[in-house]
């Protein structure tokens, strides 16, 4: 690129007007509108930073793809940003723009130390590392816009799930509830519907906010109820409006059931909207040789997290994942226990907050854990 003064580009600019004008064309018309109409950016190289499988820290290079990336010109501001960031590592000293003006008006880069004026050319690169200002003039060189440009790029792996151990010594108390008659434990609720286990293993149902308890429907050997363990979450159905997803997971008596090693799952979809079918519960059956079912967890805990399921339990020394409604589980190599957790815990109570964040209370050792997705922290 070769910078030049400004009022040596304004003369030679004007001397080609001239011989422009001097032209048979009497129509011409020149238009002072100097504006950018459309700004993209051209592929770049990220440095990535990961470990080999023996634990080492290691780095390779990939390509993001710059068309990916949309920007936004803001024209009374007269600032293009790109609102989604690229991710962290990518190199923006180097970046190849494709511009387009209102009328073709003509582009240059603005010098990062001086007020020399620099031609744009769509194969040259420029350096993103700070904000760049691009001046467009007008067609008839009497007006002026200048554009601050920013490139913006994640300092942080979105990726990346990180736990902190917390300085907090509060631990959740212990809600004494006063359960119904007949019921042994309550396990969860829908937007319409609260569930219970009675005192001889029946699923109940309350549809009266717990004034009244009857036996809920199920489409399946009640034999295959957990009676113990049992956590539930609910959440909306994705693409269906009025329609909650409730599932069920747990164990069964072990003295009953010895061969029991994996946990029973259960879904119930409860159409809340008028004329709705009346809801019942399914059972989730798997092959007993499929790898991807939930294992036998003592004190299992469900939450929803990032448009997934995730399952801790005792031992505590993983966490599983389901993407599709509890049919598969699968450990995650983003989602690990903290690495300095004490499984002398007896218990823990898993919550997700406003903000994201995943907190483990370990009963019995009294350690607070709070981790988040990089990404699910970002504005």
């Excluded at 003369?11 to 109409?37: Q, R, V």
């Excluded at 007269?78 to 582009?107: C, E, F, M, Q």
């Excluded at 350096?127 to 008839?140: H, L, P, Q, S, W």
Aim: glycine share 6%; proline share 4%; charged share 25%.
């Amino acid at each position: 690129m070769r910078p030049i003064k400004t009022i040596c580009l304004l003369l030679a600019t004007l001397a080609m007007m001239t011989s422009c004008l001097s032209s048979n064309d009497s129509n011409t018309t020149l238009s002072s509108d100097a504006a950018i109409t459309a700004f993209a950016i051209g592929d770049m190289k990220r440095t990535v930073n990961t470990k080999t499988a023996a634990g080492k820290d290691t780095t390779y290079t990939t390509t993001v793809t710059g068309t990916n990336y949309s920007f936004v010109i803001d024209q009374v501001g007269h600032r293009i940003y790109n609102p989604d960031s690229l991710p962290v590592g990518t190199n923006v000293s180097k970046v190849t723009v494709a511009i387009s003006t209102y009328n073709d008006a003509p582009i240059f880069l603005k010098d990062t130390e001086s007020d020399d004026l620099i031609i744009y050319n769509s194969s040259d690169s420029t350096d993103f590392t700070k904000t760049r200002t691009y001046v467009i003039y007008g067609a008839d060189y009497k007006g002026t816009t200048e554009y601050k440009v920013d490139i913006n790029v994640h300092k942080e792996d979105g990726t990346k799930f990180e736990w902190t151990l917390m300085d907090n010594d509060w631990l959740p108390e212990s809600e004494e509830i006063e359960l119904p008659d007949g019921i042994k434990q309550l396990i969860g609720n829908s937007t319409t519907e609260m569930y219970a286990l009675s005192k001889d293993n029946r699923l109940m149902v309350s549809t009266d906010n717990g004034e009244s308890w009857e036996e809920d429907l199920i489409d399946d050997d009640t034999a295959l109820l957990p009676t113990e363990d049992i956590a539930m979450v609910c959440y909306p159905m994705e693409s269906v409006i009025l329609t909650d997803y409730v599932l069920m997971v747990g164990n069964r008596d072990i003295e009953q059931y010895p061969a029991d090693v994996h946990a029973k799952v259960w879904r119930k979809i409860v159409d809340f909207g008028e004329l709705a079918p009346v809801p019942f519960w399914a059972y989730i059956d798997r092959p007993e040789n499929d790898i991807y079912q939930l294992p036998r967890m003592k004190d299992i805990s469900l939450v929803v997290y990032d448009g997934s399921v995730l399952a801790f339990g005792a031992p505590y020394n993983k966490i599983y994942q389901s993407r599709d409604n509890g049919i598969t589980w699968k450990e995650n190599s983003t989602f690990k226990m903290p690495e300095d957790f004490d499984t002398d815990a007896t218990k823990v109570v898993v919550t997700v907050d406003d903000d994201n964040f995943i907190w483990l209370y370990c009963i019995g050792t009294g350690q607070v854990w709070r981790g988040r997705l990089n990404r699910l922290g970002w504005k």
